[in-house]
């Protein structure tokens, strides 16, 4: 039996962390898809495409190199020949991968690479449409939110570990512009689907929020998972 979980929510809300302890804990494969929203905001950036246009990004894509690998470390993204698994993890790359994720054709290009992952089976996928386009038949659907002050608190702590001398002020502002851009959007909206099962952590510690999704999924599953 395929098992696949979709994971959604917004910006911070650990659903990347919760998905990769998860992925650990029921012996599936783990998959980034943010990252590939990420990479083609660094691709968008280096050819000069501006944040407020991230629509001219189409005409490049073509040329766009793009895939996941695995090794010891987890998954690593490939762009043109290149590991930018760390240069993507920036609150630029954050409000980049928000922009270019509303470009339909960005979208139809990063579709297949996708969907063709998810159908590969025992799978674990966290990003912002998992549940409503990429995987609408997964057998769990979680929607992992968090208060956009605790996800800035969460966020700023993580770059300052990565030197990143950006104020709280301006994360939670990252924030905060990228729900609004994430749910408004015209094109796959960061909306949980109508049969995700809410998990908010607010006030969790991550291995609270990780026993959590992994008595949802438990019991929604109907067996023993180790």
Same mark, same amino acid.
Do not use: W
């Given at each position: 039996?395929?098992?696949?979980?979709?994971?959604?929510g917004?910006?911070?809300?650990?659903k990347s962390?919760?998905?990769?302890?998860l992925a650990?804990t029921? *012996?599936?494969?783990?998959?980034?898809?943010?990252?590939l929203?990420r990479t083609?905001?660094?691709?968008?950036?280096?050819?000069?495409?501006?944040?407020?246009?991230?629509?001219?990004?189409t005409?490049?894509?073509p040329?766009?190199?793009?895939?996941?690998c695995?090794?010891?470390? *987890?998954?690593?993204?490939?762009?043109?020949?290149?590991?930018?698994?760390?240069?993507?993890?920036?609150?630029?790359?954050?409000?980049y991968?928000?922009?270019?994720?509303?470009?339909p054709?960005?979208?139809?290009?990063?579709l297949?690479?996708?969907?063709?992952?998810?159908a590969? *089976?025992n799978?674990?996928?966290?990003?912002?449409?998992? *549940?409503?386009?990429?995987?609408?038949?997964?057998?769990?659907?979680?929607?992992?939110?968090?208060?956009?002050?605790?996800?800035?608190?969460?966020?700023h702590?993580?770059?300052?570990?990565?030197g990143?001398?950006?104020s709280?002020e301006?994360?939670?502002?990252?924030?905060i512009?990228?729900?609004?851009?994430?749910?408004?959007?015209?094109?796959?909206?960061?909306?949980?689907?109508?049969d995700?099962?809410f998990?908010?952590?607010?006030?969790?510690?991550?291995?609270?929020?990780h026993?959590?999704?992994?008595?949802?999924?438990?019991?929604?599953?109907?067996?023993?998972?180790?």
């Amino acid at each position: 039996m395929k098992i696949r979980i979709a994971i959604d929510g917004p910006s911070g809300s650990g659903k990347s962390t919760l998905a990769k302890s998860l992925a650990k804990t029921l *012996g599936l494969v783990y998959v980034d898809t943010g990252a590939l929203y990420r990479t083609v905001g660094l691709y968008a950036k280096r050819n000069g495409v501006p944040l407020n246009e991230a629509s001219k990004v189409t005409r490049l894509l073509p040329e766009a190199q793009i895939s996941i690998c695995y090794t010891e470390a *987890g998954q690593r993204v490939i762009l043109c020949g290149e590991d930018v698994s760390d240069l993507i993890r920036t609150p630029e790359m954050s409000m980049y991968a928000s922009a270019v994720s509303a470009v339909p054709a960005v979208r139809s290009f990063l579709l297949e690479i996708q969907k063709r992952m998810a159908a590969e *089976g025992n799978v674990i996928m966290d990003g912002r449409d998992i *549940g409503t386009v990429i995987m609408p038949d997964a057998d769990v659907k979680l929607f992992v939110e968090a208060s956009p002050r605790a996800r800035a608190r969460r966020r700023h702590a993580e770059l300052m570990e990565k030197g990143d001398t950006s104020s709280f002020e301006e994360v939670l502002e990252d924030i905060i512009k990228r729900d609004a851009n994430d749910k408004n959007r015209a094109v796959a909206p960061a909306i949980p689907a109508d049969d995700a099962i809410f998990v908010d952590n607010s006030d969790m510690s991550l291995e609270e929020t990780h026993d959590h999704a992994l008595n949802i999924i438990r019991a929604k599953l109907n067996r023993s998972l180790c």
